[in-house]
C-alpha cells in the first residue's frame, strides 16, 4: 500500500506559480511512476506530468515549458512547479502512484485546489 499526501495549493494571480509537493508512505526507489493529475469542475481527470523510475518525464501538451515534475528520494517526495499559471490550470490536483505486477495497482492522494484568478 501507498500512501500520499499532496500540498502546496492555493490562490495565485495569472503568471504566477506554487510548487505542489506529494510525500509518499514508502521510499519512491518502489514505485514505477508517479505523476500529477487534474481535475476542473464539470470535466474529466486528466494526467498532467508523470515521472517514470527511469527518469523518463512525460508533460500533456497545454503545460509543456511552464510546469516541472521533480522528485527528491531521499524525501520520498514528487514535486510539480507550476509556472506561468492560467485560469485554465484551476482544478484539483492529484498525486499518483503506479505499481506494476501483473496488474498495475494505483494510488491517489486527497488533492490540493489550486485556483488561478485575479
Known amino acids: 500500500q501507498v500512501q500520499l499526501v499532496e500540498s502546496g495549493g492555493g490562490w495565485v494571480q495569472p503568471g504566477g506559480s506554487l510548487r505542489l509537493s506529494c510525500v509518499a508512505s514508502?521510499?519512491?526507489?518502489?514505485?514505477?511512476?508517479m505523476g500529477w493529475y487534474r481535475q476542473a469542475p464539470g470535466k474529466e481527470r486528466e494526467l498532467v506530468a508523470r515521472?517514470?523510475?527511469?527518469?523518463?518525464?512525460y508533460y500533456t501538451d497545454s503545460v509543456k515549458g511552464r510546469f516541472s515534475i521533480s522528485r527528491d528520494n531521499a524525501k520520498n517526495t514528487v514535486y510539480l512547479q507550476m509556472n506561468s499559471l492560467k485560469p485554465e490550470d484551476t482544478a484539483v490536483y492529484y498525486c499518483?502512484?503506479?505499481?506494476?505486477?501483473?496488474?498495475?495497482?494505483?494510488?491517489w492522494g486527497q488533492g490540493t485546489q489550486v485556483t488561478v484568478s485575479s
Open positions: 515521472i517514470i523510475s527511469d527518469g523518463a518525464l
Open positions: 499518483h502512484a503506479a505499481v506494476v505486477r501483473r496488474i498495475v495497482d494505483d494510488y
Open positions: 514508502r521510499s519512491i526507489f518502489s514505485i514505477n511512476a
